[in-house]
């Protein structure tokens, strides 16, 4: 069955270090997302990409994030300078059918900024 | 009112038991409805869609309730291993795009 994977499944960086969280979807689907889920709260939309543009973004979203789908087959997110708040799992999902439609998630890359 | 709101839990039932979850959203514009799963430090997995006319998978059976802007979530003949967090999805119209949304989600434990 396919699946998103998303790598690594476990980051620590220094406050104001940069990382990128990469994440490959299900291979057929047009649609990617981000999330984060904070230790213990509830999962939180950061945004969405359809064909090679930000189709939508949350508050959360601000100028330290950047997304992008290098190749086919990657789809990547970036945090410039990370803060302690940055500290989450972030989840990748895809899906095959409009932001409307199912998502399916990957494990997680669990960060951790120090 | 919260956009997505679901029953604060925690759940503790027995093995066979049947219970219910439910989940109100604030959007009356909202389009799609979702259940997801979630393990413990894992992702969120989907469990099921909603549809208007309710729809049942096995022990699992969801509901929607358009005028009352609620969904519900009924798992008959629970099992160990039902014992996970589950989340309420509620999709969105925001101008041209969808708005995604998760509930804090409801934690069942099912004890033997």
């Known amino acids: 069955e396919p699946e998103v994977t998303q790598t690594p499944s476990h980051q620590v960086t220094q406050m104001g270090q940069e990382v990128i969280l990469r994440c490959v979807p299900i291979?057929?689907?047009?649609?990617f997302y981000w999330y984060r889920q904070i230790l213990g709260q509830k999962v939180e939309f950061l945004v969405s990409f359809y064909n090679n543009e930000i189709s939508e973004k949350s508050e959360i979203f601000d100028d330290q994030f950047s997304v992008e789908r290098p190749d086919g087959s990657n789809f990547t997110l970036k945090i410039r300078s990370t803060k302690l708040e940055d500290s989450a799992m972030y989840f990748c999902?895809?899906?095959?059918w409009g932001s409307g439609g199912e998502q399916y998630f990957g494990p997680g890359t669990r960060l951790t900024v120090t | 009112r919260k956009e997505v709101e679901q029953d604060p839990g925690p759940f503790n039932v027995p093995e066979g038991a049947t219970v219910a979850f439910n989940c109100t959203y604030s959007?009356?514009?909202?389009?799609?409805f979702f259940w997801y799963r979630q393990d413990c430090r894992k992702e969120p997995k989907l469990l099921m869609s909603?549809?208007?006319s309710g729809n049942e998978d096995g022990r699992f059976t969801a509901q929607l309730n358009r005028a009352s802007q609620y969904i519900s979530l009924l798992i008959r003949d629970s099992k160990l291993s039902d014992s996970a967090t589950y989340l309420c999805?509620?999709?969105?119209?925001?101008?041209?795009?969808?708005?995604?949304?998760f509930g804090a989600g409801t934690r069942l434990t099912v004890k033997p």
């Open positions: 999805v509620v999709i969105s119209p925001v101008l041209n795009n969808n708005d995604m949304r």
């Open positions: 291979s057929n689907h047009l649609y």
């Open positions: 999902a895809s899906s095959d």
């Open positions: 959007n009356s514009a909202s389009q799609s």
């Open positions: 909603v549809y208007s």
